[in-house]
């Protein structure tokens, strides 16, 4: 694997010299912060970063490979960048994997889709690995219809959720800790839709969270459904504005709450949104960032001071393209900074984790100007968010 990695400073510059390799900076200059771009000479993209012991972090997304289609690429780093271990896992057309969740025995669930041989169209499709990189065992899901996932969550007593969307239609499955089936749900709805972020309750029932389209006039609104502890939709809630909507990652704050993060137009742009519901599902407060052009988020962690760290990307600011952007606001959404990070090609924030300091370690993708391919982009910072 090409590993290159700098100090901010000299990003730009790595960035538009494309396949670089250079060792990451030590000593007391960079205090353990570093970012790295991480690939070979074809794309790579990172989606999805779960802490794991030790201090290291596992990563998962889409890996390029010749003669054959995107696999699902998982791999695993140390607290300073080092990969530790690489593998690949897939059939012989496309597979990736966009959502991540730690199991109870240290591996990693991934989720994804694949058309590959197994699948019937395009399905659901789930990695499930060992904590040394070994393939545990891996799971088709879906039917006839095109079938892709979006979430994972790890549910307390055992098993996973997986969310995304069957045939134009929310779609949410719980499957046991070998992946098996134990029910799924197609959620009814007027026009087309998906689920993006799967929760579960403690009394055994389940948040999902997405949007619909609205056919006239066009745009799409937020939704939330809760489902009971067998599946079935118990109710349902409508967030919507004056254009389009969008809840890209969910967490539950101290109150018991939600806060959601994605994008909006219902501002007048496309801006990174976030969002507060109370334990009713009432809105308590909804926030944009951003400037004059299109800002989003992917990701949201808490942060121990009861704020909130989101990661997206920004064509507003930063040293031009699209640059990941990382922002942090209190438990009222106020902003309290924000971040930018890449050259003049393009950087994507896709996922982002605290690490047992109070740093952030953030995973997406990185291209130079004029590039074709992509690679992984995984940086850590300070509290604050700075290199």
């Known amino acids: 694997m090409r590993r290159i990695a700098a100090a901010v400073t000299l990003l730009a510059l790595l960035l538009s010299l494309g396949a670089c ?6 000593g007391p ?11 070979d000479s074809t794309n790579e993209l990172g989606y999805a970063i779960v802490a794991v012991d030790g201090g290291d972090y596992i990563i998962t997304g889409q890996a390029a490979r010749a003669g054959k289609g995107d696999d699902v690429l998982v791999f695993r780093i140390d607290s300073t960048g080092n990969v530790l271990w690489e593998n690949t896992f897939g059939g012989i057309l496309a597979d990736n994997a966009v959502a991540m969740a730690a199991g109870g025995d240290g591996g990693v669930a991934c989720l994804g889709l694949s058309n590959s041989p197994g ?38 007593s055992g098993g996973f959720l997986l969310a995304g969307t069957s045939g134009g239609r929310a779609y949410v499955i719980k499957i046991d800790d070998a992946g098996g089936v134990i029910w799924d749900t ?48 118990v109710s349902s809630r409508q967030y919507s504005g004056n254009g389009h909507d969008v809840c890209n990652d969910a967490l539950r704050t ?31 407060w909804a926030k944009t960032y951003g400037g004059v052009s299109s800002d989003s988020a992917c990701a949201v962690t808490a942060t121990p001071d009861g704020g909130f760290v989101l990661a997206g990307s920004t064509e507003s600011m930063g040293a031009g393209g699209v640059d990941a952007y990382l922002v ?15 050259g003049p090609g ?35 910072t300070d509290a604050e968010g700075n290199l």
Do not use: C
């Open 21 to 26: 390799s250079k060792d990451k900076a030590t």
């Open 346 to 380: 393009e950087d994507r924030a896709q996922d982002v984790t605290m690490t047992g300091t109070g740093g952030l370690v953030i995973v997406g993708s990185t291209r130079a100007l004029n590039q074709a391919d992509n690679d992984v982009l995984v940086i850590k």
């Open 186 to 233: 197609k959620i009814a709805t007027s026009s087309s839709s998906r689920a993006s972020v799967v929760l579960p309750d403690t009394n055994g029932a389940t948040m999902a969270i997405g949007r619909i389209t609205i056919p006239s006039p066009g745009t799409s609104a937020i939704m939330t459904w809760e489902l009971d502890g067998s599946g079935a939709e």
């Open 328 to 342: 942090k606001i209190d438990n009222e959404g106020t902003l309290i900074w924000q971040r930018t990070f890449g």
């Open 119 to 156: 699948a019937m169209l395009v399905d659901l499709y789930v990695v499930k690995v060992t904590v040394g990189g070994a393939l545990q065992w891996d799971h088709f899901y879906g039917g006839p219809d095109w079938d892709d996932g979006s979430a994972i969550s790890a549910v307390p």
């Open 254 to 284: 101290a109150d018991n709450g939600l806060l959601l993060v994605g994008w909006t137009e219902s501002s007048g742009g496309g801006d990174m949104y976030a969002l507060k519901l109370d334990s009713e599902g009432n809105e308590v």
């Open 29 to 39: 200059e960079n205090h353990g912060l570093w970012q790295v771009a991480i690939g």
